[in-house]
């Protein structure tokens, strides 16, 4: 059962799951953001207009995520590949995932390639990469 302190980030659970998954083993934490160190970086690797490039602490990166839903609906995620780094607590993962923009109805699909780096068993750092095209693509 989904905790309901999470609810509205439920648009993200395809994403969410395929992460755990991916750390499974190496991180604590029973949410996605319970995994989160509250001083966590993360680091977006490709520009929107008005989306930052980067973001300190899990609940910045919460408060971040809150409205993913208004915009986007995941309904999965696979293709997972777990690459463990020769850096310590460095693991780059790999995935897709899939969706369609609330407003427009268009399939979202897309490819990311996250490096997260693990401290304690948390997250502390997280880089992403995707393909910027296709989400921009889905939504206009």
Not at 31 to 44: R, S, W
Not at 70 to 88: F, K, R, W, Y
Not at 110 to 127: A, L
């Amino acid at each position: 059962m989904r905790d309901p302190a999470y609810a509205a980030f439920s648009a993200l659970d395809p994403f969410f799951d395929i992460v755990r998954q991916g750390l499974a083993g190496l991180i604590d934490g029973d949410h996605y953001f319970d995994t989160i160190a509250p001083d966590a970086v993360f680091e977006f690797r490709y520009r929107f207009p008005g989306y930052p490039t980067k973001v300190v602490g899990r609940e910045a990166l919460m408060a971040l995520y809150a409205g993913y839903g208004e915009g986007m609906a995941l309904h999965g995620a696979d293709a997972l590949v777990v690459n463990i780094s020769q850096t310590p607590g460095v693991v780059i993962l790999e995935c897709e995932v899939q969706g369609n923009a609330v407003g427009s109805g268009k399939l979202y699909e897309n490819r990311f390639i996250s490096v997260v780096t693990i401290e304690d068993r948390k997250i502390v750092g997280w880089r992403d990469y995707m393909d910027s095209l296709a989400a921009m693509s889905s939504l206009t």
